[in-house]
């Protein structure tokens, strides 16, 4: 994200199976945000139900990581003037996806694990890392991973933007 933040690339090819977080929450991250760069996805193999969630945030092309480099070059070039680019098998697949009125991928609140909401809680009521530390029983820096993966998830970067979305999405009026 930061990359795409300095670069503001045209296009990004991104790997399904990124480390250190997943294609979704980028993809989160670009649709929540005001973002010009059209995403192709790089998959091993095309699942339906992913590639539905992909398009739905705004992903404008699966291509296989087998795919002829020619194939790869048609698919840059379409997304990258404003098309869609999905193999003829996939088709129908994301478009009976696309039907289905109530399917739609995770919001970020909605990946948050039941600690990171406890963290959350914490942190809009004021609480230091060492204070969430000793109420949660870890260490501070389990802490400090569990803030990095929050910020993460849900694109903030700092504890007064975490508060305010945790206010603004009523994750701190959760039952403690």
Known sequence: MELVTRVTPTVLLLDVAIRNGSAV???QKLAFGEFTTRTI??????????????VRLGARGLVLK???PSHLYK?????????YWF????????IEGLRRPNARPPLPAETLTP???????AVADGA???AIAE???LSDQTVKNHLSHIYDKVGVSSRLELAIYAIHHKLADRPR
């Open 87 to 94: 193999s003829r098998d996939q088709i129908p697949a994301v």
């Open 75 to 83: 698919c840059i070039r379409c997304v990258a003037a404003g098309q």
């Open 41 to 54: 996805l790089l998959a091993d193999v095309a699942q339906s139900d992913a590639t539905v969630d992909a």
């Open 135 to 137: 109420q949660l029983g």
């Open 128 to 130: 230091t890392n060492r």
């Open 66 to 68: 087998d795919a002829q």
């Open 25 to 27: 929450e980028v993809l």
């Open 115 to 121: 600690r990171e909401l406890e963290v959350i809680i």
